[in-house]
């Protein structure tokens, strides 16, 4: 069975290169719109505009925080979870619109899905594609292979934890520690700070994912 073909797009003010998007990849089942309270006049457009092609078998709206990037990635992946429960399916974001954090956070999840990622680009009279390169999208199953590495990275917080405190919590070992440790900062999961270690947005996400 062919794979569900879903583009998620952040809206920002200019509609053209999120149409001209779909010149690239055909066959779109779904598209998702991801806007902000502020960008919802053109998610409104966007969707007029879908709707007048005739092609897709819906379209689904999700308003997000447009700075909050845990928030929007919250969003996006509970309504996909929602919507394509035990459905495989091929997630392409364009990137081109919304915020940063809006347009990061859609990079994210496609990477996360095996997916891809693209943005569109005015080069004077013409339209330029780029596809970007996908992050690792290993990490679910990284973290899921060892019980122990979950309940590391669920020890560390916002306000960070020494390497101490963290070895009395989850019982293991300095060097086992700092082996895992670092292999989360690799990923983008926590930071340094000082003495201490500090989840990242990204790694709060993953955590979501992993308990829900």
């Keep these: 069975m062919r794979k569900l073909k879903v583009?998620?797009?952040p809206v920002g003010e200019q509609i053209k290169p999120l149409l001209y998007g779909f010149r690239y990849f055909t066959e779109i089942?779904?598209?998702?719109?991801?806007?902000?309270?502020?960008?919802?006049?053109?998610?409104?457009?966007?969707?007029?505009?879908?709707?007048e092609m005739n092609i897709f078998r819906r379209i689904i709206k999700v308003e997000?925080?447009?700075?909050?990037?845990?928030?929007?990635?919250?969003e996006i992946s509970s309504k996909i979870k929602e919507l394509y429960i035990s459905?495989?399916?091929?997630?392409?974001?364009?990137?081109?619109?919304?915020?940063?954090?809006?347009?990061?956070?859609?990079?994210?999840?496609?990477?996360?899905?095996?997916?891809?990622?693209f943005y569109i680009f005015k080069d004077g009279d013409t339209m330029r594609f780029v596809e970007v390169p996908t992050l690792n999208s290993k990490i679910i199953e990284f973290l899921r292979a060892s019980?122990?590495?979950?309940?590391?990275?669920?020890?560390?917080?916002?306000?960070?934890?020494?390497?101490?405190?963290?070895?009395?919590?989850?019982?293991?070992?300095?060097?086992?520690?700092?082996?895992y440790l670092k292999k989360f900062h690799e990923l983008g999961l926590i930071e340094?700070?000082?003495?201490?270690?500090?989840?990242?947005?990204?790694?709060?996400?993953?955590?979501?994912?992993?308990?829900e």
Excluded: W
Aim: glycine share 4%; charged share 30%; hydrophobic share 40%.
């Design 7 to 9: 583009m998620i797009i």
């Design 29 to 51: 089942d779904d598209v998702i719109l991801v806007y902000s309270k502020e960008s919802k006049v053109f998610a409104d457009k966007l969707e007029k505009r879908l709707k």
């Design 64 to 74: 997000c925080k447009a700075e909050n990037l845990s928030n929007i990635l919250k």
């Design 87 to 117: 459905q495989n399916i091929e997630l392409i974001s364009n990137i081109t619109g919304g915020t940063k954090v809006m347009s990061l956070s859609c990079y994210i999840l496609s990477s996360l899905f095996n997916g891809k990622s």
């Design 147 to 179: 019980e122990i590495r979950i309940k590391i990275l669920q020890s560390i917080s916002e306000d960070g934890i020494k390497l101490k405190e963290l070895s009395r919590i989850v019982g293991r070992s300095k060097p086992t520690l700092i082996y």
């Design 192 to 211: 340094k700070k000082s003495d201490k270690y500090v989840i990242t947005e990204l790694g709060k996400f993953i955590i979501t994912m992993i308990s």
